[in-house]
């Protein structure tokens, strides 16, 4: 099924772009965390960060990185920036279409993170070695 995000690329759907290459493209989110909130998409649909090819993910990053300097720069209220992707459904992506959210912030915005209940219980030890070990054997058989 093709995503809002493909639509909009194809021109099918109108966007407020920032930039465009043949790889990625930047526009203004319809429905900002704060004035500014720009995505950054890969060009092709790609559901999620394990099938987006490492080449194009390093440039949406690239992308975003040069969008959040463009926003202190640009007039649009903004004392810093936040830059958000979201994985999968328990991440709480919700178009699955790769898409990174770059968004100005201020002091006194009314945007929130909510953290979890075990945020403030410190992992021992043992179990961060543990979860480290098996990320770094996982790690070793990516191609």
């Known amino acids: ?26 526009f203004m989110d319809i429905q900002p965390i704060n004035p500014g909130h720009v995505l950054v998409i890969p060009n092709r649909e790609v559901a999620s960060l394990a099938d ?4 194009t993910g390093a440039h949406l990053f690239r992308i975003g990185h040069r969008i959040a300097k463009a926003l202190r720069n640009s007039g649009v209220k903004c004392e810093g920036v936040n830059m958000f992707l979201a994985d999968g459904q328990a991440a709480k992506q919700d178009v699955f279409h790769v898409h ?44």
């Not at 493909?6 to 759907?13: A, E, N, R, S």
């Not at 109108?14 to 493209?25: E, M, T």
């Not at 219980?121 to 043992?126: D, G, I, Y």
């Open 100 to 143: 990174l959210h770059v968004f100005p912030r201020f002091r006194g915005d009314s945007f929130r993170w909510q953290s979890s209940q075990n945020y403030s219980k410190l992992p021992k030890r043992a179990e961060l070695d543990g979860a480290a070990e098996a990320i770094k054997f996982a790690l070793d058989s990516i191609e």
């Open 52 to 55: 987006l090819d490492e080449d």
């Open 1 to 26: 099924m093709t995503t809002i995000f493909t639509k909009i690329i194809q021109g099918k759907v109108p966007a407020s772009f920032v930039y465009r290459d043949d790889k990625v493209s930047a």
